[in-house]
């Protein structure tokens, strides 16, 4: 619900458990007053303290009101060059050279149903489910306007965020600066949570306290990355899964991002997220408009879990769009890990056959089949099958898997061209690289120009064509390297800054493109595993392959950090053969089961080569599948422990919504001897109900296994449990 006071310009978001208020002043600067746990509201401006501090300057209008300072009042979208020292949210370039952005509110328009952004992914809702606020601010100077969007989910205390910047006078400016967010907080007195990691180590939380001055997280990578995710939280220093204030902020992106916090000089804090500066510059022309691209927030009261669960629930009801997102998706298996690039039709059919014959349902042709690719040295962007490997091409082979009764599945890059290809040999101006510099490589390969039209509109049509040619129920939309030398021959010197941006407007584009004509298809996002893994892809693709690690005790914590914004449903998990690929361990097939059945759930090995005792238990695990799917896809998600070094076990919990049935997953780390007996403490049950575990005549009282908890068996060096909990 959005509550205006016109006469006061007093703005008050309610959602079910938070509250978000915001007013302009007399000054006309638009102060933000209050974001946290639901109060009745009033004009908490009241709780805004005024003093003179020294070195703080004063903007014109108040004259020689020393006491009144942009640079320590709490602003909604901070300005730049004008008095405010902390984070900027707006830094633009006019054409006399100056640098400043100095904000004043014009009016404020209310909506229902919920705003879209176009050409970039955004949460949506009818009139039933959002409400929306746009604020206009405007710099009169500059003759440049900013557009806050407010989009409210009451339901999922979900705040949604975009800006649009409209030049509004007769001669370009630039833009060098344009958050997506920036909230104040009145105390820095808060730890910052950020998610971090590598290439096959993606997304580990990292907890640290605000120190002064600015603490930041991003990307420069062109893609969100494997190394920071566009998804940050801010909590009260006790905060914890079930207890304390806690803020997450996502922003909807793909490309370069910044998450910065600043602890101020008078212990307050601003947090910004936006497109990362690297690199930078939109020439913004008279008349035109900026779209920065949305942020989401949660407020949770009640720590960490609740604000998952809330992110989760919306993600799944407000942001995966098509057939496929609240569909059981199909038991997969990938030719990946089983054969790297070394196969041909009948060994591919024979993987299916084996496969098919234990139950799985969706057949993957990862990487290898097109062009003439052998390794991964060549033959990106030539998309048509390597008759040589595939006699026939995909049509045949999609037929013959669809007799077994299995979908048929396909992998592509399609931003990613090879030297070694036709379409390179064609076209060597169309891959981002300016001209006479040495082009850096990796993985071999170099990266498509998507800030051009003609571009994607030869992949889609080369794509479509792959479409046309077999019965393809599956995409998985790779992306194997980070962009390098950014620089585009279709567009002039001063509009280089703009390229990074419009490379993520491209893929959206034909991501868009791709969907649109093919409905149906379930297309599963990847970036070397999980270097795009951030709301804006979820948009298009309603799952993406966390990692390229697919050992199930890191995939733990893989899968943990994920979890704390992104639902298990929409987590690509495979099992895949011991010793694992990536660390070379060994894990039993039943907890590489147990990790995987978590996510999108699949297989990625010779399903053949398994004992008979194997291939029972992979049955097995697939009947599990189809059993936990509705629970795994729309209950809650418990983080009940953490993943620990010292090797005590990692538990989850999967509850129904009507909390009548839930799931305990536990898998035991490294084992030492003699190991203490261990109470596992359950969540989101109801305390009133009486539970019947898997295996265990007497029942258990909901508020025994929560407060007292379940008593966990000893288990062995990484075996796993799986337990069932009904209400009786
Ligand atoms: C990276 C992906 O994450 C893998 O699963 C696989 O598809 C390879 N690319 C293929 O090149």
Not at 162 to 183: K, M, Q, Y
Not at 211 to 224: A, D, E, F, K, N
Not at 447 to 455: A, C, G, N, P, S
Not at 650 to 656: E, I, N
Request: proline share 6%; aromatic share 10%.
């Amino acid at each position: 619900m959005i509550i205006q006071d016109k006469t006061e310009r007093l703005f008050t978001l309610q959602t079910r458990n938070t509250t978000y208020q915001f007013k302009a002043d007399r000054n006309g600067v638009l102060l933000h007053t209050y974001y946290g746990p639901r109060i009745q509201g009033g004009d908490l401006s009241r709780l805004i303290r005024f003093a003179d501090r020294g070195f703080s300057p004063n903007p014109n209008e108040v004259g020689d009101n020393r006491a009144y300072s942009l640079d320590t009042l709490p602003q909604e979208y901070s300005g730049s060059g004008a008095g405010d020292f902390r984070l900027s949210s707006l830094e633009l370039e006019l054409p006399d050279g100056s640098c400043v952005a100095d904000l004043r509110y014009v009016d404020a328009r209310q909506q229902s149903g919920k705003y879209t952004l176009e050409g970039l992914p955004a949460f949506f809702g009818s009139d039933s489910d959002a409400d929306t606020l746009v604020v206009t601010l405007e710099d009169t100077a500059a003759q440049v306007r900013v557009e806050l969007f407010y989009g409210v989910f009451e339901a999922y205390d979900l705040i949604t965020r975009a800006v649009r910047i409209v030049n509004c006078g007769d001669t370009p400016v630039r833009l060098r600066r344009a958050a997506s967010l920036c909230l104040d907080f009145p105390s820095a007195n808060l730890d910052f949570i950020t998610f971090d990691g590598g290439h096959v180590k993606e997304r580990k939380p990292n907890r640290t306290h605000l120190r002064p001055g600015v603490q930041s997280v991003g990307s420069v990578r062109g893609i969100s990355s494997h190394q920071h995710n566009p998804f940050v939280m801010l909590c009260q220093p006790g905060a914890d899964e079930e207890h304390g204030i806690c803020y997450g902020a996502a922003l909807l992106y793909s490309g370069n991002f910044e998450a910065a916090v600043e602890r101020c000089q008078f212990e307050d804090a601003r947090l910004t997220m936006g497109i990362h500066p690297f690199h930078f510059c939109w020439k913004l022309e008279p008349g035109q408009v900026f779209t920065a691209p949305e942020a989401a927030l949660v407020c949770s009261p009640a720590g960490f879990g609740q604000m998952s669960r809330q992110f989760h629930r919306a993600i799944r009801a407000h942001l995966l769009r098509d057939v496929w997102a609240n569909r059981r998706k199909p038991v997969l298996v990938n030719s990946w890990e089983a054969f790297y690039f070394d196969y041909d039709h009948n060994r591919l059919l024979q993987l299916a056959k084996e496969s098919a014959a234990l139950g799985t349902e969706l057949f993957v042709l990862d990487d290898g089949w097109f062009g003439h690719r052998d390794s991964d040295t060549s033959s990106l962007g030539d998309w048509w099958p390597n008759e040589e490997k595939l006699p026939g091409g995909l049509g045949a082979l999609s037929k013959e898997i669809n007799e077994l009764g299995m979908e048929f599945g396909l992998w592509i890059e399609p931003e990613m061209v090879s030297e070694n290809s036709r379409l390179y040999e064609e076209h060597p101006d169309w891959v981002l690289n300016p001209t006479g510099r040495p082009c850096t490589r990796g993985r071999c390969q170099l990266v498509l120009d998507y800030t051009r039209e003609e571009v994607r509109d030869y992949i889609f049509h080369a794509l479509q064509k792959v479409m046309d040619s077999a019965n393809i129920a599956y995409l998985k939309w790779d992306m194997n390297r980070a962009l390098t030398q950014v620089w585009s021959a279709a567009l002039p010197s001063d509009r280089q800054g703009e390229v990074y941006h419009r490379y993520v407007l491209g893929v959206y584009d034909l991501l868009e493109r791709v969907r649109q004509v093919n409905p149906n298809t379930l297309i599963e996002g990847c970036s070397g595993g999980g270097g795009r893994f951030d709301m804006g892809m979820l948009y298009y693709t309603p799952q993406i392959w966390c990692s390229d690690n697919t050992d199930a005790i890191d995939r733990l914590t893989i899968q943990y950090g994920t979890s704390f914004a992104y639902p298990p449903s929409t987590m690509g998990a495979h099992v895949s053969a011991v010793p694992n690929e990536q660390t070379g361990r060994s894990t039993p097939l039943e907890t590489r089961g147990t990790v995987a059945l978590s996510g999108t759930f699949g297989y990625e090995m010779v399903l053949g080569s398994l004992s008979d005792e194997e291939k029972a238990l992979v049955v097995q695990q697939i009947a599990a599948y189809k059993e936990s799917y509705d629970l795994i896809q729309t209950g809650d998600y418990y983080r009940l422990t953490a993943p620990s070094p010292d090797g005590a076990p990692t538990a989850w919990l999967h509850v129904s919504p009507d909390r009548r049935s839930a799931l305990l997953c536990v898998v035991a780390g490294q084992t030492h001897a003699g190991p203490p007996f261990r109470l596992l403490k359950l969540q989101g049950l109801d305390p009133a109900l009486q539970y019947r575990l898997t295996g265990d005549d007497t029942p258990w009282p909901g508020d025994v296994l929560m407060q007292a908890g379940y008593p966990l068996p000893m288990l062995n060096e990484y075996q796993s449990l799986r337990l069932w909990l009904k209400a009786e």
